[in-house]
């Protein structure tokens, strides 16, 4: 398939979950300047409930390079890989995108999303388009007891977007 087209999320959120519990999902960030960096994430949530649409639920922890973007800029896009990119999303969540472009060192490309800033990623048969509405910073309750005794400035903050676009290539 060499375009991409809109698919209902319900209907592919069984896969979306799956692949996050089975070697992560790709989320892609982008800082105020432009820069862009891709995170692997193994934890989320989908459901129904903004202005209609669908939302995704993400945390990240300050720790991560990929925090100091998605405060920057409050979109982020799921990139939903198969098992061809297997390497590309344990690459995505062992290496900084301080150290180094992931982009060129996973062999992924970056595609111009529709409805958000961040790009899309072309390699990845499924990409969610999500722009935050709110956020939830520590101190919280949000998050399992093992995580809430991390030091404050370490616990992951908790990201609420709507969805704004799915899409199949």
């Not at 995170?39 to 903004?50: C, K, R, S």
């Not at 992924?108 to 390699?123: F, G, K, M």
Request: with cysteine; hydrophobic share 35%.
């Amino acid at each position: 398939m060499t375009e991409r087209h809109a698919v209902d999320l319900y209907e592919i959120s069984a896969e979306v979950l799956h692949r996050m519990t089975h070697g992560g999902v790709l989320c892609t960030v982008m800082d105020a300047q432009g820069a862009t960096n891709i995170i692997t994430l193994g934890w989320g949530q989908i459901g129904p409930g903004y202005h209609g649409n669908p939302i995704c639920i993400i945390a990240i922890t300050p720790r991560r390079y990929s925090w100091h973007m998605i405060e920057e800029v409050a979109e982020f896009v799921l990139g939903v890989p198969d098992d061809a990119l297997q390497d590309a999303a344990l690459l995505c969540g062992t290496r900084s995108g301080q150290d180094c472009d992931k982009w060129s060192e996973a062999n992924l490309t970056a595609v111009p999303s529709l409805h958000v800033q961040p790009p899309s990623i072309r390699e990845c048969p499924i990409n969610i388009e999500c722009r935050i509405y709110t956020k939830v910073a520590p101190p919280h309750l949000l998050l399992t007891p093992e995580h809430r005794e991390w030091p404050e400035d370490e616990q992951h903050t908790i990201y609420f977007a709507e969805v704004l676009g799915t899409y199949r290539w």
